[in-house]
């Protein structure tokens, strides 16, 4: 090959305009999952701490301690119940941390839409690390049902996460098909 011959060009890979906004709202879907996750557990019954004053004794009726936000319940004095909840995330740096990968979720998603190479590595990107927590959240679940039985909202939330985040990277990584030629192709005579 002389230094006159034209490099070879790669041809660019054609992003799928019917597969990424599907994905797009998978991955919308699955982050907004991840950030009300803990708030599913908590209402499916899976209260992670709790320090109880039981009503009339006023004795503690947990050993379980507990950091997040007392709430008193009914009645006053040594009648009144208080329930102290923490969410299991790690607190608000969980938090903190589930809203920015919903706002990075967001930004790849209306780059998705938008059929933006940038959106879709970003969207896999991302797919791919809320597929890691997913399994992490699973694997307890998995181990402790060996032990005992496993919350079930806890073991379908990890589940669908892992779901949502596969289809996210399967949809966002099939090629689309070439287009038409731009020349149009000669007639062909009939005669």
Known sequence: MS???????????????????????????LALLFLAAPLIRLAGGTQRAGNFVTPGNGQSGSSVQGSGPQVLIGGAGSQAQTRRF????????????????????????????????????????????????????????????????????????GIVHVLLSVSVIVLASIPGKPGLPLTPAPASSSA
């Not at 034209?6 to 991955?27: C, G, M, Q």
């Not at 608000?92 to 589930?98: A, D, F, K, T, V």
Request: proline content about 7%; overall charge positive; glycine content about 12%.
């Open 3 to 29: 230094s006159l011959d034209p490099k070879p060009v790669k041809p660019k890979r054609i992003l799928n305009t019917k597969l990424l906004p599907i994905a797009a709202l998978l991955l919308v879907v």
């Open 86 to 157: 923490t969410v299991g995330t790690g607190g608000r740096g969980g938090i903190i941390l589930y809203f920015v990968m919903l706002l990075v979720s967001l930004a790849a998603a209306v780059g998705m839409l938008f059929t933006r190479r940038w959106g879709q590595v970003l969207g896999i990107i991302i797919a791919v690390l809320y597929g890691l927590l997913g399994l992490v959240s699973l694997l307890p679940l998995l181990l402790i049902r060996i032990v005992g039985a496993p919350n079930p909202v806890s073991l379908v939330l």
